[in-house]
């Protein structure tokens, strides 16, 4: 079979961490061979990080380059942007629609870019975009966006989704998997 | 059963079940975890020393007393052990002794993208090199028993890539290493030099009897795939190789890149027509393979900057005729977007205190930290950073240069842990030589750009239980400082003071600019501020410290509530009392 490539990309502190460790455990139990790669540092200082997951019958290289990935999985609309370019022909890009101002665009040396979303459409991109903000406060903490985000792309995974809630629950402390579940539950139908 | 894990946690479950007894490290992306790892191990001693010479040479003495022992650090901190580890060459060891060094290709975190193998061939010990997490548990293990039974420290190689790349990992149990008798071998462990000139020559065989083993060992394979492409790679580049070429050429991937082999490479490279060297960072194995006489194709393929991935080797390859015809197509092109660069966190601690030294239009000297990232707007307030320890030594040499021009113009910040870790000598030598330096400790109580570790000025160990406390105040003094003061960076007002009294005075001082990051989990957060639009002027005063979470919006200063922490610096600067818990928005 074909590896399957997917990014997930945000800014520091966003949690994709975790989402890509809820991916690593799905896909473990789904029995493929998982590459993962990360990079910490001085990226977790609010800076663009991006985390790469690879599945598929035998996986070499743990990283994604252009013109590979099948998913994007934005936290923010800049990111989704700034990764476009791996994006296979026929990839989709799924994104939150929160807006996080990167320092340039703070102190005014440049500005945060309006119609980002627009433009990728226009450039040909199969862009999904949708609040996951929301529905992360209303299941009880801004930091639950990345277990919507997941859950939204559960939903088009083509990987069942008991295989997925049964993921969750290795994957998330338990004192939070209610939280999560409703961010998972929120994503899913979103 | 088989799991996920980062090539740092592999490293520490080789060592771990390999029978290690003791290790010293000291934090450094992207090595940090191995310990880290261990730690959760309580039948073992883990720990952070000051430094990487402090932890190697605990690490030797663990090693001289008869147990399997390691200790972990980023490539530059191989610098700072390259003392004690050129003279382990000579001693050899009793227990196994691992020095796990990850190197940092693209500096992802780091000043520099030093290449470490030329350590391991310069001081003439066997280094191992993994390609992903699997081969990090396989190789720690085994590093354990090769240096024992070939008297050497071994060096395991890991980079960036393979250190925080995850894959699927078969853990085995622990096999206990007894703690051997510890026999006086004066002749062995006395490297004065009567006995140094003894050990040398069985150096020198050492590396001979490693040299046979690199043409016959499980580190270094051959996979024959046919026989017009041959090449030779190593470490994550074997990775990206294969995953370009597949099972379409024939591979020589060396596991072991120092001893290189010498049969082994000849019989591969007479194997193909062409022969390429993939390789990150320096030539290393290729200026061996040229040395050996063989022509083969490598830097004038690949850059020895940076990482590589399956893209490079393809847009490499390319130049060689190769067509990839069923390469990946992207969909299209990525717009323009600003950049993302990593910043100090909304409350930082050293935020106020930078924001006093440009105000007051102060050079600084800088040094290895989160403090780093004062070095970009808007603060900009850095002049130098050079390596751990560097403000202290370098801020004395350039008072020396210019004396009195500069003497109260320029200050000299670093951490509480890179003063630990090698900043005090460099405050001896500004009070015995006396130059009228200023020293700015920014004592945030832990370290913290490599996520967060204990170190000796927070009170607590590795384990998180309490340890022996420096007194930043009362070690400066004893090592020549009269005047120690401590102001509390989010008091604007006490910093300006500070740093002008401090800098008139004509004597070298030391400033503590003390609070704890804001990250850690004991530091309890104000309530977020709030802009009163009413009076805010758009004067944009507050917007020169950096904070993430102060904007402007129309005209008006804005505050993000999800990312304020109350600090309240902002607010000092506001001449217009706009900001403040119970302003109106």
């Known amino acids: 079979m074909k590896t399957t490539s997917i990014m997930i990309v945000g800014v520091g502190g966003q949690g994709s961490l975790l989402a890509s460790r809820l991916l690593g455990n799905l896909l473990t139990a789904e029995g493929y061979d998982v590459k993962l790669s990360e990079v910490h540092g001085m990226s977790q200082r609010g800076g663009s990080v991006v985390t790469y997951v690879r599945y598929g019958e035998k996986v070499y290289s743990p990283v994604v380059t252009e013109g590979e990935c099948d ?48 433009e990728l459409k226009a450039r040909g991109f199969d862009v999904d975009a949708f609040d996951a903000l929301t529905p992360a406060m209303e299941a009880g903490s801004a930091k639950a966006v990345n277990i919507v985000l997941m859950g939204h792309f559960a939903a088009r995974s083509g990987i069942a989704k008991e295989k997925w809630t049964a993921a969750l629950e290795q994957t998330v402390p338990a004192r939070f998997l209610d939280m999560n579940r409703k961010a998972f539950e929120a994503g899913y139908g979103g | 059963m088989k799991k996920l894990l980062i090539g740092n946690e592999a490293v520490a479950w080789g060592l771990y079940n390999g029978g290690l007894r003791v290790i010293s490290s000291y934090p450094g992306t992207p090595s940090t975890e191995i310990t880290e790892f261990l730690a959760k191990h309580d039948d073992i001693h883990t720990e952070w020393a000051p430094n990487e010479k402090v932890a190697c040479e605990a690490a030797f003495g663990a090693s001289l007393a008869g147990a399997r022992a390691a200790c972990a650090m980023k490539h530059v901190g191989l610098n700072v052990a390259a003392d004690p580890l050129f003279t382990l060459s000579y001693t050899g060891v009793t227990g196994g002794l691992v020095i796990c060094v990850a190197d940092d290709p693209a500096m992802h975190s780091s000043q520099n993208e030093q290449d470490s193998r030329h350590y391991a061939i310069a001081a003439k010990v066997p280094m191992l090199e993994p390609s992903d997490s699997a081969e990090a548990y396989a190789f720690a293990r085994s590093a354990l ?111 072991m890149p120092n001893p290189l082999p010498e049969k082994l490479i000849r019989d591969f490279a007479a194997s193909v027509e062409k022969l390429y060297v993939i390789e990150e960072l320096d030539p290393v194995i290729e200026n061996h393979v040229r040395a050996l006489g063989i022509e083969c194709t490598g830097k004038s393929l690949f850059s020895p900057l940076g990482e590589f991935s399956q893209q490079t080797i393809r847009d490499a390859f390319r130049k060689e005729g190769f067509p990839f015809e069923n390469a990946p197509e992207k969909q299209g092109d990525a717009p323009q977007v600003p950049g993302r660069p990593p ?64 003497e109260g113009k320029t200050v000299a910040v670093i951490g509480d842990s890179t003063f630990m870790h090698s900043g005090m000598t460099g405050l001896v030598n500004i009070a015995y030589n006396a130059t009228n330096s200023t020293v700015i400790i920014l004592d945030n109580s832990i370290t913290g750009m490599t996520g967060h570790q204990q170190n000796p000025t927070t009170g607590y160990n590795i384990k998180g239980d309490p340890a022996a406390k420096v007194d930043l105040e009362a070690l400066c003094r004893a090592l020549g400082i009269a005047r120690v003061r401590v102001v509390d960076p ?96």
Do not use: W
Not at chain 2, 148 to 156: A, C, G, K, S
Not at chain 2, 184 to 193: D, F, G, N, S, V
Not at chain 2, 366 to 377: R, S
């Open chain 1, 71 to 118: 998913f994007i999985i934005s936290f923010e609309k800049l990111e989704a942007a700034r990764y476009a370019d791996c994006l296979r022909r026929g990839g989709k890009i799924i994104v939150n629609t929160q807006e996080i101002d990167p320092m340039p665009v703070i102190t005014g040396a440049a500005e945060y870019p309006s119609g980002i979303l627009d």
């Open chain 2, 145 to 255: 028993e090769l240096s024992e039974q070939y008297d050497t420290p071994v060096i395991l190689r890991m980079c960036t890539r393979i250190a925080h790349s995850q894959c699927l990992v078969e853990v085995g149990e622990r096999e206990e290493a007894p703690l051997k008798e510890y026999v006086r071998q004066l002749a062995k462990y006395i490297m004065m030099p009567g006995y140094a000139r003894v050990r040398h020559p069985l150096v020198e065989q050492r590396m001979r009897n490693l040299r046979a083993l690199a043409e016959d060992c499980a580190y270094n394979r051959v996979e024959n795939r046919g026989s017009r492409i041959g090449i030779i790679t190593s470490g994550c580049s074997y990775l990206y190789a294969k995953e370009v070429f597949g099972d379409s050429v024939s591979i020589l991937k060396i596991g």
């Open chain 2, 343 to 406: 910043m100090m966190c909304a409350g930082c601690p050293h935020r106020g205190m930078f924001y006093t030294l440009v105000k007051n239009h102060i050079t600084v000297l800088g040094d290895i930290g989160c403090y780093t990232l004062g070095a970009v707007a808007p603060l900009n307030a850095l002049d130098s950073t050079l390596c751990m320890g560097a403000s202290v030594s370098g801020i004395h040499g350039f008072n020396l240069a210019r004396g009195k021009e500069t």
């Open chain 2, 490 to 585: 989010y008091d604007l007002k006490a910093c300006e003071r500070a740093v002008r009294e401090e800098l008139e005075a004509e004597e070298p001082s030391v400033i503590i600019s003390r609070r704890p990051c804001v990250l850690l989990k004991y530091v309890k957060h104000g309530e977020p501020l709030r802009v009163d639009a009413g009076k805010c002027r758009g004067c944009r005063r507050c917007m020169g410290l950096g904070c993430p979470a102060v904007s402007m919006k129309d005209g008006k200063a804005r505050i993000d509530r999800t990312l304020c922490v109350g600090c309240g610096v902002c607010g000092q600067l506001c001449a217009f009392d706009a900001i403040g818990e119970g302003a109106k928005e």
